[in-house]
């Protein structure tokens, strides 16, 4: 069964702590998105990564950090930096960087206390 | 002013009515159009792909690009409350290049 998944559904973390958020895929798609998705205004590119061991920032990457050391996984880290890090975080593959269909996982909502 | 505009509703409509959504761009160089479902605490899903000007028919939704206006629509006939969700908008200007999503309008079909 193909997809994205992403895991915890809902984290909770206090003010000053890092945080992982994880995504994998099983489709063998090249590339790996992170949003950012906040009530009315969408979604927000945070970072991308179109192959293994390479990301590139999106529109809003200050206070998150990625990695990509395998091709189906692209964790993202939220930092202590990042000043207002409650949000819906979606993750999102596509086949490779020449295609724009993607594909999204469920989700994780993150909530800091 | 953001690139992409979409009314955030909501729209409410009665079961089997059409559903009429639109987006308003701004950037000319924008070629690849999407519209994604999204239900709610879930990821958006692909329902409609247009590149460049014209309509796009896939059983009851339809998709209009119109260049010339910078607006994008997409109907959905014979609604149904299965058709209840937010619908977002998606544009980009070349294959692979990132994509500028709208706020997403959100629908409800009545029974």
């Known amino acids: 069964d193909g997809g994205i998944t992403q895991s915890p559904k809902y984290l909770f973390r206090k003010e000053g702590q890092n945080v992982t958020l994880s995504c994998e895929q099983n489709l063998n798609h090249d590339a790996m998105y992170w949003y950012r998705q906040d009530p009315g205004q969408g979604l927000r590119l945070i970072y991308y990564?179109?192959?293994?061991?390479?990301?590139q920032k999106g529109d809003i990457a200050e206070g998150y950090s990625v990695s990509r050391e395998k091709k189906e996984s692209f964790p993202l880290t939220v930092t202590s930096a990042q000043k207002n890090p409650t949000a819906f975080y979606l993750c999102?593959?596509?086949?490779?960087?020449?295609?724009?269909?993607?594909?999204f996982g469920p989700g994780t909502r993150l909530t800091v206390l | 002013q953001k690139e992409v505009e979409q009314d955030p509703g909501p729209l409410s409509v009665p079961e089997g009515a059409i559903v009429s959504l639109n987006c308003t761009y701004s950037n000319s160089a924008f070629q690849y159009f999407m519209w994604y479902r999204q239900y709610s605490r879930k990821g958006p899903e692909l329902l409609m792909y247009?590149?460049?000007?014209g309509n796009k028919e896939d059983g009851r939704f339809t998709a209009q690009v119109d260049k010339s206006s910078k607006y994008i629509s997409l109907f959905i006939r014979d609604s149904q409350p299965s058709d209840s969700a937010t619908y977002l908008c998606a544009m980009s200007d070349a294959a692979g290049n990132k994509l500028t999503f709208g706020g997403g309008t959100r629908v409800l079909v009545k029974p």
């Open positions: 990564s179109q192959i293994v061991n390479d990301f």
């Open positions: 999102a593959s596509s086949m490779n960087r020449d295609s724009d269909t993607q594909y």
């Open positions: 247009t590149y460049s000007s």
